[in-house]
């Protein structure tokens, strides 16, 4: 990235993006620049997983390990029959209709071919819509309809708690960073696999594994 380019900063207010604003959003993200913005749980590293190249970039950015693939946000099941490739399981269903929008990211298998960083052995991947107007509606704008998205650290450090700390700390690597005044939950989610047929937890987050399994 150019290192004389400032990030750009822009705030949205309350629960509905601006056509205009909207615009000026989607294009750079639907041309595969790296950005940050909100999500109901922590500040959302993301690209357009389209483009491979991008991919790469936010992993060199963010520097995680290649063997931890990204997760994809989408804001709607249409979004996640096309990404699975066929129609989601009847497990899958039900724990998405029960913590869907929501603080769980569900990994799946699924018949598509992604960019390098997406799927993981066996084409699994995550998936997750979150509960936050602000991101729904970006994600639902773009070309594609659903985002690579991240946590906004680097690998292994904690997150930037301010949007100055986070405009400082990737200032010379994002080319947006969107604000919004939803509060988060400043927890990561929670992180199951059903490719078994089964719930099988890979990582605790905002909801707690009896929350889970008591739903289902």
Do not use: C
């Amino acid at each position: 990235m150019d290192e004389t380019r400032k990030i750009k900063v822009v705030k949205i207010e309350g629960d509905t993006i601006s056509p205009f604003a909207k615009i000026n959003l989607i294009i750079p993200i639907d041309k595969g620049e790296l950005f940050i913005m909100p999500t109901d749980t922590l500040w959302g590293l993301g690209v357009s997983p389209v483009f491979p190249d991008a991919v790469k970039e936010l992993f060199k950015v963010k520097r995680r390990p290649p063997d931890q693939p990204l997760p994809l946000l989408v804001s709607d099941m249409n979004t996640v029959e096309f990404l699975i490739g066929s129609k989601p399981s009847k497990l899958f269903t039900k724990l998405a209709g029960k913590f869907w929008p929501g603080p769980l990211t569900i990994i799946t298998q699924s018949s598509r071919s992604f960019a390098d960083g997406i799927a993981g052995p066996g084409g699994k991947i995550g998936l997750r819509m979150p509960k936050h107007p602000i991101a729904i509606e970006i994600i639902d704008a773009t070309r594609e309809k659903y985002l690579a998205v991240t946590s906004a650290n680097r690998h292994g450090k904690p997150i930037p708690s301010t949007v100055e700390s986070l405009r400082k700390e990737f200032q010379k690597d994002v080319f947006l960073l969107i604000q919004s005044d939803h509060e988060m939950l400043n927890m990561p989610s929670t992180v199951v696999d059903i490719t078994s047929g089964k719930v099988e937890m890979i990582r605790k987050g905002a909801l707690s594994s009896i929350e889970i399994l008591s739903k289902i």
